[in-house]
């Protein structure tokens, strides 16, 4: 639904939108630039939700007893007789 309105906008502000978001009018420009602010949200939105499954997967593994500088150590150990066999 489209809706006319009636603002006060600093002009400044709207000639650079409309320069950033490479607009002709300032209607297309607010547009735009409302547009960016929608999809910016359901980005950060969705962002959320892997993070929040991130946290639920690690929490549900509990605390890993191994020592990373352990995982460090064998993958040197393989890189090396790697490079022994191919020489």
């Known amino acids: ?9 600093d002009q400044q502000k709207i000639e650079r939108v409309k320069k950033i978001l ?4 300032e209607a297309e ?5 409302l547009d960016r ?5 359901h980005e950060r939105l ?3 939700k ?3 499954r991130i946290i639920e997967l690690r929490s549900s593994l509990g605390k890993i ?3 990373s500088a352990e995982w460090v150590r064998l993958a040197r150990q393989e890189r090396v ?3 022994d066999s191919n020489t």
């Not at 639904?1 to 906008?9: N, S």
């Not at 490479?22 to 009018?25: D, H, L, P, S």
């Open 1 to 9: 639904m489209i809706r006319h309105k009636h603002m006060r906008l």
């Open 22 to 25: 490479k607009t002709k009018t």
């Open 29 to 33: 420009a607010m547009d735009k630039a």
């Open 37 to 41: 602010v929608i999809q910016e949200d």
């Open 46 to 48: 969705r962002k959320r």
């Open 50 to 52: 892997v993070m929040k």
């Open 65 to 67: 007893q191994e020592d």
């Open 81 to 83: 007789v790697f490079h």
